[in-house]
């Protein structure tokens, strides 16, 4: 059962700060959901490092972004059965569900933008 006292990153950051460290029992700034901000991070700088490792490649860079996608999808909902998404806690589950909606999002983009050049979309500035 998830609840404000029985979660993991209240567990974690009573066990690290002590009982008497937040004034509520989940707050989202304590140091497992902060590491959590920081792995969203982390995947988004990997989603770059492929973009510039594959900048010649079109073909190739959608098929790494994909199956990355697809990885963080799958773990985001696989781990949704243990953890349940929980955006107030930033849990394990919401970033990596977010971090493969963001890369869904980013292949989209991508397709419609760069791969087929401007052909169906057309800006006015």
Same mark, same amino acid.
């Given at each position: 059962?998830l609840?404000p006292? *029985?979660n +993991?990153?209240?567990?974690?950051d009573?066990l690290i700060?002590?009982? %008497?460290f937040?004034d509520?029992?989940? =707050?989202p700034? &304590? %140091?497992?959901s902060?590491l959590d901000s920081f &792995?969203n991070? !982390?995947?988004g #700088?990997i989603f770059t490092?492929?973009?510039?490792? !594959?900048k010649?490649?079109?073909?190739? $860079? /959608?098929k790494?972004?994909? $199956?990355?996608?697809?990885i $963080? #999808?799958? +773990? &985001? !909902?696989?781990l949704?059965?243990?953890c349940? /998404?929980n955006?107030?806690?930033?849990?394990?589950s919401f #970033? /990596?569900?977010? *971090? &493969?909606w963001s890369? +869904?999002? %980013?292949i989209? *983009?991508?397709? %419609?933008y =760069?791969?087929?050049?401007?052909? !169906?979309i057309k800006i006015v500035?």
């Amino acid at each position: 059962m998830l609840t404000p006292w *029985c979660n +993991f990153a209240g567990y974690f950051d009573r066990l690290i700060f002590g009982k %008497l460290f937040m004034d509520y029992p989940n =707050d989202p700034e &304590g %140091l497992f959901s902060t590491l959590d901000s920081f &792995g969203n991070t !982390y995947i988004g #700088l990997i989603f770059t490092l492929i973009m510039f490792n !594959y900048k010649n490649n079109k073909s190739a $860079l /959608f098929k790494e972004w994909s $199956l990355i996608t697809f990885i $963080l #999808l799958w +773990f &985001g !909902y696989f781990l949704k059965v243990w953890c349940p /998404f929980n955006k107030a806690i930033w849990s394990i589950s919401f #970033l /990596f569900a977010t *971090c &493969g909606w963001s890369g +869904f999002t %980013l292949i989209v *983009c991508f397709v %419609l933008y =760069d791969w087929w050049e401007n052909k !169906y979309i057309k800006i006015v500035v």
